[in-house]
């Protein structure tokens, strides 16, 4: 069992850990609430703009950046959004299962963030650029920037369909790591009605001149969801760490001064017992 000196120190160090995941914890909360209310003012703009392009793909019958039938796909270009920083829980865990899962060794690999970059970097998958400026400040500006240089690869022939790895946020407590599809584009299954929209000259010819607009829509609604997944996972598992430090902490305390009265108890036992030895002389 551990002496006094060294149940001191690892009472200081559990109480030192835990005024440090308290304070990631703050920060994470806050990082949370910024990113968040982003989140909440652009999610029905998301939804707007999702409804229109379901509708232009539901009436367009031939375009280049639609899926053929028996279209072969020999490149996938893999955009994986992870985090630059670790602790936060099991966020980027479960990107990486989803990676190791479906991603093939004759894949691209578009790394966003650090952790996913090492990942990749470590197994040896073909990198095809580095992305780790994005963060809860990241901008359409940003986005448009991006999807521009996607749709310019693509109409290069440097890969045959992009896909996406995120982390979709359903609440401050569930995430689902999920696979999206950006190109080719699938045709639904059902076609669309809309009274209030009318495509001139036709669908295709619209899906032509918006198809940035549709790739930087679907990356800037991504990138914000994973974000506010990070942070809300980071959150969570800074709480715990510091709950549990503190049940630690309590445990260590307890087997300090309980050690502590032993030796004050033997002390006292030994200093009667010599007294008595003394007076029995």
Not at 87 to 100: E, H, P
Not at 174 to 203: C, H, Q, R, W, Y
């Amino acid at each position: 069992m551990a002496n006094l000196s060294e149940l001191k120190n690892e009472l200081r160090s559990t109480k030192d850990i835990g005024k440090i995941t308290g304070a990631m914890e703050l920060v994470a909360t806050a990082k949370l609430k910024k990113i968040s209310k982003r989140l909440g003012n652009t999610q029905s703009y998301l939804k707007e703009v999702y409804e229109v392009f379901n509708y232009i793909i539901s009436h367009t019958s031939d375009s280049k950046f639609m899926r053929k039938k028996d279209q072969e796909i020999k490149k996938t270009l893999w955009i994986i959004i992870g985090s630059n920083l670790g602790l936060c829980g099991g966020y980027n865990s479960n990107i990486i299962k989803l990676f190791k899962k479906n991603v093939k060794q004759t894949d691209l690999v578009l790394p966003i963030g650090n952790k996913i970059f090492n990942y990749s970097k470590a197994n040896n998958y073909n990198i095809y650029k580095k992305l780790s400026n994005i963060d809860v400040d990241f901008s359409n500006e940003q986005s448009r920037e991006l999807s521009i240089w996607l749709l310019e690869n693509y109409l290069k022939k440097e890969f045959d369909s992009i896909k996406i790895i995120y982390t979709k946020f359903i609440n401050n407590v569930t995430f689902d790591a999920t696979i999206l599809d950006m190109l080719p584009i699938e045709s639904p299954k059902e076609k669309k009605d809309n009274d209030d929209l009318v495509l001139e000259p036709d669908g295709s010819t619209v899906l032509q001149t918006s198809v940035t607009m549709y790739l930087n829509t679907i990356l800037f609604g991504t990138i914000i969801e994973s974000q506010v997944s990070e942070q809300a996972s980071r959150r969570m598992a800074m709480e715990s760490a510091t709950k549990n430090g503190k049940e630690i902490a309590e445990k260590l305390s307890i087997l300090y001064n309980r050690k502590r009265q032993e030796g004050i108890t033997q002390e006292i036992s030994e200093i009667v017992g010599g007294a008595n030895a003394q007076s029995s002389d």
